[in-house]
């Protein structure tokens, strides 16, 4: 075994990535927990978690996994409150939890003429 593995942190670390599957969280959260990339904690996972577990783990990560209208104006709100606040796109991406273009592509998707009209949209779909 190596000098410098610690089973403990090992330990800890499956247990962390079990309980992000069990909360619908990705790659990217545990990323963020360990202070590693979410690609060296998918790698790690890969190691030593089942594949049916990296692959739940992977599905929760997509941006597009629970697509509702009502997630979707949500999230739409949340931006146009951080953009109101002054946030880059960068930092909203993080704070959402995927990459900047990440986060363009899914506005592109689904406010293809600007966060304001795509709330807009969605506030007269409800008063209808």
């Known amino acids: 075994m190596n000098p410098g ?4 942190m090992h330990a800890r670390r499956k247990a962390q990535a079990e309980a992000a599957i069990e909360q619908g969280l990705g790659f990217a959260h545990l990323g963020a ?6 690609v060296a904690a998918r790698d790690w996972c890969i ?4 594949e049916d577990q990296c692959e739940k783990l992977s599905e929760n990560g997509r941006l597009a996994v629970h697509r509702t209208s009502a997630n979707v ?13 002054g946030w880059t796109d960068a930092k909203v991406a993080r704070a959402i939890g995927c990459s900047r273009s990440g ?12 966060v304001a009209d795509a709330l807009q949209d969605f506030r007269d779909e409800e008063a209808a």
Request: hydrophobic share 40%; net charge positive; glycine share 2%.
């Open 5 to 8: 593995y610690d089973m403990a």
């Open 33 to 38: 927990k360990w202070n590693i990339t979410s």
């Open 47 to 50: 190691k030593r978690l089942t």
């Open 73 to 85: 104006a949500d999230r739409l709100e949340l931006i146009a409150l951080c953009r109101r606040a």
């Open 103 to 114: 986060l363009c592509d899914w506005l592109k998707r689904n406010a293809p003429d600007g």
